[in-house]
């Protein structure tokens, strides 16, 4: 079995990249992160770096342990966290959910960790592709994906819909391909997106939003439609985004024939402890995202 004191030395030599620095962030000597790495050469039998004066590279194999040897010590560190410390209201839980979910559901967390205030609930607002990654990383616990993740890592749970909308300003009562043509499009980060699935499926016409005048973009999810309520341009978005927009008088949401929604997944890397917190966020986001 690895010694995992020396594949932590290794590792850590491996990303800093320097005898001296590894020696200075473990509180160990030079001569000792060096015995360390030999020593873990002799129990694996096989080189796993070369000298270039006081230089270094990795060998292949080298290459190789480290990839791998991470994933050991990040899994064995949250071994020792789950054993340390697995209380459903005590410690941080990171994670993470695109901006239109996160408008509905950032509060509701805010008064999980009000009632419980050892609970830390780290949130980010993030595109699909972001989140995914961090969950594979494991950089979060939890997060919301609004397409069904192909990776192997993760474990993903469908639990809810989220409608599309077109949304105008309040003075445009009537909505037609003329009428989106004749006011133009207010761009967002997944606009593209958005359009092609709601569009596509009502407006014959319709193509990529690049047949519409560009009004405008906005990349925070709670200012998309201020340019739309001051009649500048149309634009598509989920329902929950919608809701949260404060003048709701100078916005309508058009009725369109064949309705269109997008569903929310619920995921998790499958290689990481699942703490009693991480359940009790799972749970409460299950039940008030319906």
């Known amino acids: ?122 949130y980010t607002f993030a595109p699909n592709k972001n989140i995914e990654q961090n969950l594979i990383e494991r950089k979060i616990d939890l997060g919301i994906l609004t397409e069904l993740s192909r990776s192997p890592q993760l474990l993903s749970e469908k639990i809810a819909i989220e409608p599309l909308v077109l949304v105008t300003s309040s003075d445009i009562t009537n909505i037609n391909w003329q009428v989106l043509a004749s006011i133009g499009f207010i761009g967002h980060p997944d606009s593209e997106h958005h359009a092609q699935q709601l569009l596509s499926k009502n407006y014959p016409e319709f193509e990529h939003t690049r047949q519409f005048k560009h009004k405008g973009f906005s990349n925070q999810i709670s200012l998309i439609l201020a340019p739309v309520s001051r009649g500048l341009g149309f634009t598509v978005l989920p329902l929950h985004a919608v809701n949260a927009f404060p003048e709701q008088s100078l916005i309508k949401v058009h009725s369109l024939k064949i309705p269109v929604s997008e569903a929310l997944y619920l995921c998790r890397n499958k290689h990481s402890f699942e703490t009693k917190r991480s359940k009790l966020i799972k749970k409460s986001i299950s039940e008030f995202i319906l």
């Open 1 to 122: 079995m690895i010694n995992l004191v020396w594949l932590k030395t290794f590792c850590t030599l491996a990303n800093v990249g320097h005898f001296t620095r590894t020696a200075e962030i473990l509180f160990m000597t030079q001569s000792g992160v060096s015995q360390h790495i030999k020593k873990l050469e002799t129990q694996l039998d096989i080189l796993l770096l070369t000298r270039e004066g006081k230089s270094f590279s990795l060998t292949d194999a080298g290459i190789k342990l480290r990839q791998q040897g991470q994933n050991l010590l990040t899994t064995s560190a949250d071994i020792e966290a789950s054993i340390k410390q697995d209380d459903a209201f005590i410690g941080i839980i990171k994670m993470s959910t695109p901006g239109s979910v996160g408008l509905k559901l950032y509060p509701q967390m805010l008064d999980i960790q009000q009632h419980y205030p050892a609970l830390i609930i780290d």
